[in-house]
């Protein structure tokens, strides 16, 4: 595997299921982030982990749950969801800024679709 | 604060025409410029990114970028379109904070 993947792909749930999206990268970076595109929308970021650490929670509400095992893997806990949370959920992966800013690699996203 | 501006939503070229992709932002100090492409499906690739220096930024696929601080614009352009071009590109603006700022995309189709 190269680059930045995400599973599943697709995911179905109702609002009362707990599921979990996964996300690994495979670059070598220790920055990983979570972010939400909905159609007509721009990109949203909700969450930031530098070196295994949250650094940004941009106001996202609690039934969105991050973690960051270690500086490869990322997931997001997903519970009692609502129909407008249905979007596509990307993953990046960076090297910790250094005063400067470093390039994000995307994976390919999850489409979750909430009924 | 900081912004980025796409002022088209979607665009046709003909194939083999011309293209420009218009990108403004708002930020107070030097900024840190990128250009992304999303085909169906698929994640955002990096297309080219502008730090510093030259304002002319060469990019993947034949495309290129040039940075006016002046107009506070960073257009993607290239001179010949292929149909394969047909995505939704994403222009984007960081800080060295690391956070990436993301105009609302643009939508290119291609007719044949």
């Known amino acids: 595997e190269t680059g930045v993947t995400q599973t599943p792909r697709h995911l179905v749930m109702g609002m009362t299921n707990k599921k979990s999206l996964k996300c690994e990268q495979h670059?070598?970076?220790?920055?990983m982030y979570w972010y939400k595109q909905s159609a007509k929308k721009p990109l949203e970021l909700m969450f930031v982990?530098?070196?295994?650490?949250?650094?940004e929670n941009n106001s996202v509400p609690s039934r969105f749950s991050p973690e960051c095992p270690n500086s490869s893997h990322l997931f997001l806990h997903l519970h009692t969801l609502q129909p407008e949370d249905s979007a596509l959920y990307l993953c990046?992966?960076?090297?910790?800024?250094?005063?400067?800013?470093?390039?994000?690699?995307f994976g390919p996203g999850t489409r979750l679709l909430v009924l | 604060a900081q912004s980025v501006t796409q002022p088209d939503i979607h665009i046709t070229v003909s194939e083999g025409a011309s293209l420009e992709l218009r990108c403004n932002y708002s930020?107070?100090?030097?900024?840190?410029l990128f250009w992304y492409v999303q085909s169906p499906g698929q994640g955002l690739q990096l297309l080219l990114k502008?730090?510093?220096?030259?304002?002319l930024v060469q990019g993947i696929k034949g495309f290129e970028a040039e940075f006016k601080r002046s107009q506070s614009s960073f257009n993607l352009r290239k001179p010949s379109v292929h149909w394969s071009d047909a995505a939704e590109y994403f222009c984007?603006?960081?800080?060295?904070?690391?956070?990436?700022?993301f105009g609302q995309g643009t939508t290119l189709q291609v007719k044949p």
């Open positions: 990046a992966s960076s090297q910790v800024p250094a005063g400067v800013q470093e390039t994000q690699y």
């Open positions: 670059l070598g970076h220790n920055a």
């Open positions: 982990y530098s070196l295994e650490e949250r650094v």
């Open positions: 930020y107070g100090a030097t900024p840190y």
């Open positions: 502008y730090f510093s220096g030259d304002t």
């Open positions: 984007a603006v960081g800080a060295n904070t690391g956070k990436l700022i």
